[in-house]
């Protein structure tokens, strides 16, 4: 039986990620900020967007940080969007925020006057595009290169270059997933993602880390 908790501190599309966890065979799926349901989950999904300042205090009012790094030695966790941006250290958004420094690195804004080739691109980064992976678990069954759905102005950039599970571009070469151990995190979202968004959790409801 896999129980999943939604970790819900009233930031992200909670319902549609556990319904998408439940379509790929989460047998129970809880959005909750409860500590005991989130104890009693065998999997933790850290959904999130908006503004980082907001949702860090969120996180903390909540005590979801708290069950993040708890998660970090007891059971796998899956970040999605501001949710991977907060396993960093620092956001330059809003002239600074604090991640909760699970790894090393810093958050960082494309920027106002993004070019790529003379065109102007737009802020934010909003659509489809590829992912180049790294090999994990999390991969499988999903071709390099595959398209998932991204909308973000703000692109995670940690120090150990170990960290990046993919990699997309967006006028900049960017980190688009990363994580270790029982952490896995990614930009895009997976439910929004058709075909290769669902396999991707469904191979972290069969994940053993």
Known sequence: MTRVAVLDYGMGNLHSVAKALEHVGADTVWVTHDPKLIGRADRLVLPGQGAMRDCMAAMHSEGIDEAVRHALNTKPLLGICVGMQALLSRSEENGGVSGLNVYPGHVRFFGYDLQENGARLKVPHMGWNEVW????????GIPDGSR????????????????SLGRSHYAVDFCSALGRDQIFAVQFHPEKSARAGLRLLSNFLNWHP
């Open 148 to 163: 998932f759905y991204f909308v973000h102005s703000y692109y995670c950039d940690p120090d150990v270059p170990e960290l």
């Open 133 to 140: 992976q790294q090999p994990h678990p999390l991969w499988q």
